[in-house]
């Protein structure tokens, strides 16, 4: 799985063979330029979700469920879940939280709609987890589980887990018949995701232990400025060929 946010990326992801799309509401940062996830709204959120829909042929597009538009009540995530797939075109749909949001997966799913689950270091609740640090170290190992079997239990079609011990996944994998999708998670998940961005090589300076680049996007995109600035400034371009007669 990768994030997408726009037509291009959904159609070169999904000509390359990632099953998943997600439209993650990390959008807030790698689109929006937000400092957390917790401003983006729904409203921001739905061209990115149309765009991605539209583009892609053969991945599952799941949205995101941003802060503060599935926490207020079981019927406030039903609609939210709802508006995704009849404005967005979705095909499913995500939100953060373990047990405590089990009946708010329930729910959505009953109203047809799929939800993956998200667990872990949940980045909507980053103030209520003390910052930005790994989850379900030690004894939390077992809440995790527990979150993890809720979820399913409500109906959870897939659980991500977001950067938890390589061995507490790996328990939690064994113990679910769901898929497990780990970001930050080790390798004994079913599947992984990453932002593209990160993935890609797009965004610059530091970037948490469990990314991994697989190409220089943001040199790529900077060499091609400069070359189209440069000629400009020489003279070189536009050339006879890129003139109309
Ligand atoms: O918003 C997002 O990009 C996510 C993934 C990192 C799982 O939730
Ligand atoms: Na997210």
């Avoid at 959904?10 to 996830?37: C, H, K, M, R, W």
């Avoid at 979820?151 to 064994?174: C, R």
């Avoid at 070189?236 to 003139?243: K, L, V």
Wanted: with cysteine; hydrophobic share 45%.
């Amino acid at each position: 799985m990768l994030t997408a946010y726009d037509m291009y990326t959904a159609q070169l992801f999904d000509e390359a063979g990632i099953p998943v799309l997600l439209v993650g509401d990390s959008a807030a940062n790698n689109v929006f330029g937000y400092d957390t996830s917790l401003p983006v709204t729904v409203d921001e959120l739905m061209p990115l979700v149309r765009a991605v829909t539209g583009a892609a042929t053969h991945a599952l597009v799941v949205a995101d469920l941003p802060f503060g538009s599935y926490q207020v009540s079981v019927e406030q995530a039903v609609e939210t879940a709802v508006r995704f797939m009849k404005e967005g075109r979705a095909h499913a749909v995500k939100l953060e939280g373990g047990r405590r949001f089990a009946a708010h997966v329930e729910a959505i799913t009953a109203a047809g709609v799929p939800v993956m689950g998200h667990i872990g270091f949940t980045p909507q609740s980053e103030h209520n987890l003390g910052g930005y640090r790994v989850q379900g170290r030690g004894d939390a190992g077992v809440a995790l589980l527990e979150d993890a079997l809720a979820l399913q239990e409500a109906g959870a079609f897939a659980v991500v887990m977001e950067m938890v011990p390589g061995e507490a996944a790996k328990l939690v994998t064994g113990k679910l018949a769901v898929p497990t999708v780990g970001i930050g998670a080790g390798p004994h998940c079913d599947a992984q995701v990453l932002v593209w961005q990160d993935m890609a090589g797009l965004r610059q300076g530091g970037a948490p232990r469990f990314v991994k680049r697989y190409g220089d996007v943001a040199g790529e995109l900077t060499r091609a400025a400069q070359a189209f600035a440069e000629e400009v400034r020489g003279g070189r371009f536009p050339a006879a060929e890129h003139t109309f007669d």
